[in-house]
């Protein structure tokens, strides 16, 4: 589904790959974890997938296309496919729970007035369907800012659901959130993952919680792909 080939990233004005001569090929079904110090590479290689971040050189590979040479146009298209969730959430302040999930996920904008007068009753069906999903079918109508950490993860869960996604990726989702909420929260992400048969990359720094809820657990370490293989398989070089 995902084939990453020799993959390098390297920022402007600094000497060292981000990410460097990267291979992996990875599948539909399985929940990967990605693990390794501050530093190793881990955002740059989510960013990398769905071209938030170009690569210097290499290639990625989604389902067949080459997203490297891909147009911004068709890569728009491709985009809708992959979905991703972020450690500050990335909600729209002021808005309800409902239109953060609407907005976010059928991309129409602000006038505030009237925003759930944009969206078609099916619209509006789906969108209280996915936060029945994760679980905030009695918060729709709070402000975002009302919520708490783990219910703010819980509205960009289920707007990442509206797409209806092949790829999940997860850049530090729980880097904000206390232990006992990271933990429902990879619950939650885990079986939302089995629940619509996607392929998942979540970036995670906490091991337990990889070797917990992974089926493939790869490592960076300066950029370098230093590990790759099963849970059981990991030891403290991670
Ligand atoms: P991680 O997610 O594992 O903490 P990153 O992918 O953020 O690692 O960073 C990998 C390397 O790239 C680090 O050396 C970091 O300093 C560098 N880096 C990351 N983002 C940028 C950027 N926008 N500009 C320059 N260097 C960057
Ligand atoms: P926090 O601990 O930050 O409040 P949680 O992630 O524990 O966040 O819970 C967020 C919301 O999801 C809460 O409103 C809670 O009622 C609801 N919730 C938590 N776990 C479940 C679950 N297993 N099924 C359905 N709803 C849940």
């Known amino acids: 589904m995902l084939m990453i080939s020799d993959l390098v990233v390297r920022y402007p004005k600094s000497g ?5 001569h990267v291979n992996l090929s990875l ?35 989604f389902d067949g296309t080459n997203l490297t040479t891909l147009s911004e146009g068709k890569m728009r298209r491709i985009r809708s496919d992959m979905v991703m969730i972020f450690q500050h959430f990335n909600l729209i302040p002021r808005m309800t729970v409902f239109q953060n999930t609407l907005t976010g996920a059928f991309g129409k904008r602000p006038p505030y007035k009237n925003l759930l007068g944009l969206f078609s009753e099916k619209e509006k069906q789906r969108g ?27 509205v ?43 392929l998942s990359i ?6 337990n919680l990889a070797k917990e809820f992974a089926t493939r657990i ?21």
């Open 16 to 20: 060292e790959n981000a990410l460097d």
């Open 27 to 61: 599948h539909k079904g399985e929940f990967v974890c990605v693990l390794g110090k501050s530093g190793a590479g881990k955002s740059t290689f989510i960013r990398s997938i769905n071209r938030l971040q170009v690569p210097t050189s290499g290639r990625v590979t």
């Open 128 to 154: 209280l369907q996915a936060l029945q999903e994760v679980g905030l079918e009695k918060h729709i109508h709070k402000r975002v800012e009302a919520l708490s950490g783990g219910q703010k993860q819980r």
């Open 156 to 198: 960009g869960i289920a707007r990442a659901l509206l797409q209806d996604p092949k790829l999940l990726l997860g850049d530090e989702p729980v880097a904000s959130l206390d232990p006992s909420t990271s933990r429902r929260i990879f619950e939650l992400l885990k079986s939302i993952h089995e629940e619509h048969e996607l």
């Open 202 to 207: 979540i970036n995670v720094h906490d091991v």
């Open 218 to 238: 790869i490592a960076f370490r300066d950029g370098k792909l230093l590990f790759d293989g099963k849970p059981e398989e990991v030891d403290d070089r991670m």
